[in-house]
């Protein structure tokens, strides 16, 4: 059996910089996609148009076959003027982070309400906003965020107590076009739904599986924000099998050294980050497939995506071969490897049923 997709779009990748990015950019091709929108929560992060497309000449230069949509990071330096010559430059979003939420976040936002006039430029240019959607759980540093309640927070309620922020930034800028990044619950699910077609959502394809019990005391499927309960998992299935065209693919693949991964410390936890990017399009058909809804795998990988970010596909098509009679193809168990560096993918060592054809 053979599926054609039409030019898949990964609207959440992480391609990090130095060696390790040498290692994985040319991942996003190697998984079936030719469009990836970078996020720039580099050291230090991508905080100006110049910056932004310095890191866009690199990536390109290890790898010129993937279309590189680029981000900024929302802080203190950012500017509306900035926010103009990174629309007139080809930037294509801004991305917030609530500070030490997840990877490199130590600079992430205090308040939303000091970025206002950011985001009204934004939406006079026609710029997208990312949201991580979490509030930090350590109450020890409440006095930092004027944004948030500190009330009982932690990595299983983050992102439901985020969304009243959500509907708060939707209804003061109707018009700014805003995805809710990687989503883990049914209320999440539910608070895009209720907004307007400017407000869409992100779905990681690890989240389409994973539920706590796969990464409690399993390091290598942590991630931020953190798989939840199986009826918030059901949620992100039915909402890709329903179809909803502001629902799609954002694989949030975050590659890290194995010895980050594997190991934690007394003083340090291990490596938040599930790296998918070398086998994305194979495994999402294998994932969808496995919860009847293979029939969306255009719509979520590609068509619904680009429509959102008015991002058009090429015409190419990309072929996806089902293993038959028992068959199946095996994800490498032992990583990949450049140099010095290497990462290990989601579900390594595992069998699945596609593969991209030759």
């Known amino acids: 059996m053979e599926l054609a997709i039409a030019q898949p779009a990964d609207f959440h990748v992480h391609l990090r910089q130095g060696a390790l990015s040498e290692l994985v950019t040319p991942h996003v091709r190697k998984g079936g996609f030719s469009t990836a929108y970078v996020m720039p929560n ?44 990174a629309k007139q430059a080809g930037i294509v979003g801004v991305k917030s982070y609530p500070r030490g939420v997840t990877t490199n976040s130590d600079g ?19 710029m997208v ?36 922020h959500l509907h708060k930034t939707h209804s003061t800028f109707p018009r700014l076009r805003i995805v809710l990044e990687h989503a883990t619950t049914r209320a999440a699910v539910e608070a895009v739904k209720a907004c307007g077609d400017t407000v869409a959502c992100t779905i990681t394809v ?6 706590v019990d796969d990464w409690a005391g399993q390091s290598w499927n942590f991630c931020k924000p953190v798989a939840k309960y199986p009826d918030d998992r059901q949620a992100l299935r039915d ?23 594997s ?9 938040a980050g599930i790296y998918t990017s ?15 809804a293979l029939d969306r795998l255009e719509d979520f990988v590609s068509t619904f995506g680009r429509k959102f970010y008015k991002i058009p596909a090429n015409g190419n098509k990309v072929l996806l071969t089902r293993a038959t009679h028992g068959a199946t193809f095996s994800i490498p168990e032992e990583g990949y490897t450049l140099k010095d560096e290497s990462a290990i993918p989601f579900w390594a060592g595992r069998r699945i049923n596609w593969t991209l054809s030759e």
């Open 42 to 85: 580099l050291k230090p992060p991508i905080t100006s148009t110049d910056q932004a497309l310095a890191y866009k000449a690199a990536l390109e230069k290890i790898e010129p076959n993937v279309e590189f949509l680029m981000t900024l990071y929302l802080s203190p330096e950012l500017t509306p003027d900035e926010i103009r010559k």
């Open 108 to 126: 992430g936002i205090e308040s939303y309400e000091a970025y206002y006039p950011v985001f009204e430029a934004m939406q006079e240019v026609d």
């Open 129 to 164: 906003l990312n949201l991580h959607g979490e509030i930090p759980s350590d109450s020890a540093h409440a006095s930092l965020f004027s944004l948030f309640s500190f009330n009982n927070i932690h990595v299983l309620n983050a992102e439901p107590s985020f969304l009243p």
């Open 206 to 211: 690890h989240h389409l599986e994973l539920t």
């Open 239 to 261: 909402i890709v099998k329903e179809g909803h065209p502001r629902f799609f693919l954002g694989s949030d693949s975050a590659p890290h050294p194995p010895h980050n991964k």
């Open 263 to 271: 190991v934690s410390t007394p003083s340090c936890g291990c490596a």
């Open 278 to 292: 070398p086998i994305l399009l194979p495994l999402t058909a294998h994932i969808l497939e496995s919860f009847g």
